[in-house]
């Protein structure tokens, strides 16, 4: 089967040197392998995004010489799409109504994310009086297992770490484990590189592929690039746009952090090429988090 890979970030900023570490490494991994490198633009938390930055992140990857192939996806063109898919899981019996609110699960244990593991209060139905909020997705306590090829071997099991999770919100929008299936399986998608901090979804995104009767892709999570508190790079703790530092040093910070060795010197598009034909994910740390050289 060809390589069919993609690039599925949040407009929620622009490009900072951590989602740069991301796409990178899916880029190098679709193309090392002559495969499909798509782009696709996970835009349902309409709250959450900042206006401008999906063409921002379009513009930054396309100076850098990450070139994806075909249209941009876009989630929020497919809701019609996430609604027939939850529609065939209510009819399988896989889903139910919640009518909990997050301050009465308070008191439930914290969840493998920092979340809580939902105690399954409306498994059986809705208690007298409670109106439907969500819904979610029955689990089991049987293992998820995978193999992730930093991460190595992975077994959670969703039920006791997890709970049913939700699959449409309180607010009627779709979440983000049942989107992203949708979307890999109807693009195709065989491998899948994203950041460490989505390694524990995996399992739930598992779960509903085999209830959709999808194929599971491979994965491969690299570190998640942080600060030095410890905090993953993003908005919220103040990382830095990535326009602003030459190109080719840029790639080569990244390069290093995924533990490629390129010579120095060499330029943008030097680096490019030196890293296609060198691409070893055995030299990616097989760790969460690493530190972001500054």
């Given at each position: ?42 835009d ?18 396309d ?9 941009v996806l ?85 039920e ?68 030095a ?18 190109h ?12 490629q ?12 090429d ?8 055995a ?12």
């Open positions: 089967m060809s390589y069919i890979g993609r690039f599925a970030p949040s407009p929620t900023g622009p490009l900072h040197f951590g989602s740069l570490v991301a796409a990178l490494a899916s880029w190098l991994d679709a193309r090392a392998a002559r495969g499909t490198w798509l782009l696709r633009m996970e349902l938390d309409k709250p959450r995004e900042q206006p401008g930055a999906s063409g921002a992140i379009l513009r930054q990857l100076a850098l010489g990450l070139h994806w192939d075909g249209p876009y989630q929020s063109t497919r809701t019609a799409v996430y609604a027939a898919a939850l529609e065939r899981l209510r009819a399988r019996g896989a889903t139910y109504p919640c009518g909990c609110t997050r301050s009465e699960m308070m008191d439930s244990a914290l969840a493998i994310d920092g979340a809580r593991v939902y105690p399954g209060t409306c498994r059986a139905g809705l208690a007298p009086g409670k109106m439907a909020r969500a819904t979610r997705v029955r689990t089991t306590n049987e293992p998820i297992r995978f193999a992730d090829r930093v991460q190595g071997e992975i077994a959670q099991s969703v006791e770490q997890v709970g049913d999770f939700v699959l449409q919100r309180a607010d009627g929008v779709i979440a983000y484990q049942l989107a992203v299936v949708v979307d890999d399986a109807e693009q195709g998608v065989t491998d899948v590189v994203r950041g460490a901090d989505l390694l524990d979804s995996t399992p739930r995104q598992i779960w509903l592929q085999r209830l959709l009767g999808y194929a599971t892709p491979r994965y491969l999570h690299v570190p998640v690039a942080v600060n508190a410890g905090e993953k790079l993003s908005k919220q703790s103040g990382a830095r746009p990535v326009d602003g530092e030459p080719a040093e840029l790639l080569a910070r990244a390069l290093a952090f995924l533990g060795r390129p010579p120095r010197g060499l330029t943008a598009a030097e680096l490019r030196w890293s296609l034909a060198h691409w070893n994910v030299r990616i740390a097989p760790v969460r988090a690493l530190a972001a050289a500054p």
